[in-house]
């Protein structure tokens, strides 16, 4: 059944997906304040995942790609994620996407350790150009 609720979203339009991580005590409190914040631009905002490891499938379907749906959701999606504790990525990793926003999440000392090792193990940087980390 869960495999199937990403495919059933998108039967509303456009579906914006997040991955995100975040201690058991505000697993689901994300789900409310994106519902409170984004009122009826969204159509849905769901939330599922894996609560033994707080990975929260965030899903927000309109009937169309809106930037002012991103504007609504972004930065402020992480910015909650920071302030209770998580992190803005989870089983998937940065990506494009999410690169630039992970000071939400990590300091910049923890970024410049996970790009020196990530260039321990991939000197020519050839392992996912461009997409695990953010540019300095």
Known sequence: ????????????GYCYKYDVSLPL???YGLVEAMRERMGTIVTRVIGY?????????????SPEYSTEVMDKIEPF???WVAN??????AEHGLGFKKKNFIYHSKSKSAVRLMKDIK?????NMILNPYKVLPDF
């Open 49 to 61: 995942g894996h609560v033994g490891d707080g990975n929260l499938h965030l899903n927000l379907t």
């Open 1 to 12: 059944m869960r495999e199937r609720i990403a495919e059933g979203l998108m039967h509303d």
């Open 84 to 89: 209770h504790k998580g992190s803005i990525s």
């Open 77 to 79: 999606l992480y910015d």
């Open 25 to 27: 005590q505000s697993f």
């Open 119 to 123: 260039h321990t193990f991939d000197p």
